[in-house]
């Protein structure tokens, strides 16, 4: 059987995936370029038409960094919303300061991953929605920003 790639994506983070011959154990499998053994565990049932399942790699690849995710703005100032449901960690801003775009605003904690969200523009926060320990929905309003 040939080497067979794919293209998986987990929670919007998109994988390259080549997976080798699985009639030989271990198979080959390789991550964005990280590579792996796989064991194929032996059954003595008879060979049925769909393929084994694969056991679960001897390492794990490390997690990506936060990622900071700017807002999508609106016109006559800025609306910074949720990009995803999850938890707010933290708020760095207060009603009334000055911010820079790309500025982090707050954190967001989803499927254990911390997110900075940024500024989307220049201006002055007028409203922070959301504090420390809030649920979030996605598309949920975080804070306003008032336009320089």
């Given at each position: 059987?040939?080497t067979?790639?794919?293209?998986?994506?987990?929670?919007?983070?998109?994988?390259?995936?080549?997976?080798?011959?699985?009639?030989t154990?271990?198979?080959?499998?390789?991550?964005?370029?990280?590579?792996?053994?796989?064991?194929?565990?032996?059954?003595?049932?008879?060979?049925?038409?769909?393929?084994?399942?694969?056991?679960a790699?001897?390492?794990?690849?490390?997690?990506?960094?936060?990622?900071?995710?700017?807002?999508?703005?609106?016109?006559?100032?800025?609306?910074?919303?949720?990009?995803?449901?999850?938890?707010?960690?933290?708020?760095?801003?207060?009603?009334?300061?000055?911010?820079?775009?790309?500025?982090?605003?707050?954190?967001?904690?989803?499927?254990?991953?911390?997110?900075?969200?940024?500024?989307?523009?220049?201006?002055?926060?007028?409203?922070?929605?959301?504090?420390?320990?809030?649920?979030?929905?996605?598309?949920?309003?975080?804070?306003?920003?008032?336009?320089?």
């Amino acid at each position: 059987m040939a080497t067979k790639n794919y293209k998986i994506t987990i929670a919007g983070q998109t994988y390259d995936v080549e997976v080798g011959d699985i009639s030989t154990s271990p198979v080959q499998v390789s991550v964005d370029e990280t590579n792996y053994e796989v064991e194929i565990p032996e059954s003595s049932a008879p060979a049925a038409p769909s393929p084994p399942s694969l056991a679960a790699p001897k390492t794990v690849a490390p997690a990506p960094p936060a990622v900071s995710r700017p807002a999508v703005p609106t016109s006559g100032g800025g609306v910074v919303r949720s990009p995803m449901p999850g938890k707010i960690v933290s708020v760095s801003v207060a009603a009334g300061a000055s911010v820079t775009k790309g500025q982090p605003l707050l954190v967001l904690e989803s499927m254990k991953m911390e997110n900075t969200i940024a500024s989307p523009i220049d201006g002055t926060i007028s409203a922070v929605l959301v504090a420390a320990g809030d649920a979030v929905q996605h598309g949920q309003t975080l804070a306003e920003i008032a336009q320089a």
